[in-house]
């Protein structure tokens, strides 16, 4: 029986058994394994962080000399992914206008890029070397650290918000992190996380096939409102706020979820495009159900 790594239950069970979808590798499959207390999740086998590495293509973050030209040429800014950035921005902005940011997790940045430099000291923290020196070369006002959260480069006590846009489910000591951040944030700094939804209706109709899980394992663990709230509460992390965040984001993880499931039972999307309708319909029962695809949840370091 598995050992939840949230609550500590006994009450381990199989969800579901998936493959790798971004990096397929022939007879390789992961296990999806679920609290039946706190409903927290988990892939298995658990790799070492060396080994992890292995699982994240040279392309992961896509062509950063390309997306960094086109930002400086304004192609970006017009694009449907600027509009993604722009969403983020809108949301903090909600709480705090202005102070200094950390991103964790920034790939080539298109987040900080997006805020205001005259009321944002933008930091961004990328394991991506390559990545890290050509932003820093070409994009101004803007720190990307090369590492993690746990860079001595980074002051406690010094961000008035930290960010992990689906960030937090690829990192392996989610405990370890959450006592960085609260110890990086200011008091009352915010804490603004978004990763996919667990407990959503996506995730139990869809199964193995579920868009979210295309990427196990580089998806290590699978969070949910409750289970999230407990380890925020744990280390002195006040949640605010849940909410289903983006609708074009869980748009696009409810087409993909049925794309995957009409390729493996009939062996094309063709019967994607006559259940397609369902994608008109199935929002309305994520929002009477509350249970989105996506999650985004804000807390704030609390004393």
């Excluded at 293509?57 to 400086?72: K, N, W």
């Excluded at 964790?104 to 394991?127: H, I, M, N, Q, S």
């Excluded at 579920?210 to 949640?239: C, I, M, N, Q, T």
Aim: hydrophobic fraction near 40%; charged fraction near 25%.
């Amino acid at each position: 029986m598995e050992q939840c790594p949230v609550c500590f239950s006994q009450q381990g069970e199989l969800f579901t058994t998936v493959v790798d979808r971004v990096l397929p590798r022939p007879g390789e499959s992961w296990e999806i394994q679920r609290c039946q207390d706190c409903g927290f999740g988990w892939t298995t086998p658990v790799l070492s962080e060396e080994k992890i590495k292995q699982y994240y293509p040279s392309t992961y973050h896509g062509d950063t000399v390309q997306t960094i030209e086109a930002f400086l040429s304004g192609e970006l800014q017009q694009s449907r992914s600027w509009k993604g950035e722009k969403e983020k921005v809108d949301l903090v902005q909600q709480f705090v206008d202005k102070g200094r940011i950390l991103d964790v997790g920034c790939a080539d940045g298109k987040f900080l890029w997006a805020l205001d430099p005259e009321k944002w000291d933008r930091t961004g923290v990328e394991f991506a070397e390559q990545t890290v020196r050509l932003v820093n070369e070409k994009i101004p006002d803007l720190t990307l650290i090369e590492g993690d959260l746990f860079s001595d480069k980074l002051p406690e006590n010094s961000f008035d918000v930290i960010t992990f846009w689906h960030v937090l489910e690829h990192l392996p000591q989610p405990r370890a992190v959450l006592e960085r951040t609260h110890k990086l944030l200011r008091p009352g700094g915010w804490l603004f996380i978004s990763l996919p939804n667990f407990d959503s209706l996506q995730a139990r109709l869809f199964q193995r096939h579920w868009y979210a899980f295309d990427d196990v394992p580089r998806h290590l663990y699978h969070f949910a409102p409750r289970p999230l709230a407990l380890l925020l509460k744990e280390y002195g992390l006040k949640v605010c706020k849940h909410m289903f965040f983006s609708p074009r984001v869980n748009f696009h993880c409810l087409k993909y979820s049925l794309i995957n499931w009409s390729e493996a039972h009939f062996g094309s999307r063709f019967p994607y495009y006559m259940f397609k309708p369902l994608l008109m319909v199935f929002p309305l029962l994520e929002r009477v159900s509350g249970r989105w695809g996506m999650l985004t949840t804000i807390s704030r370091r609390d004393d």
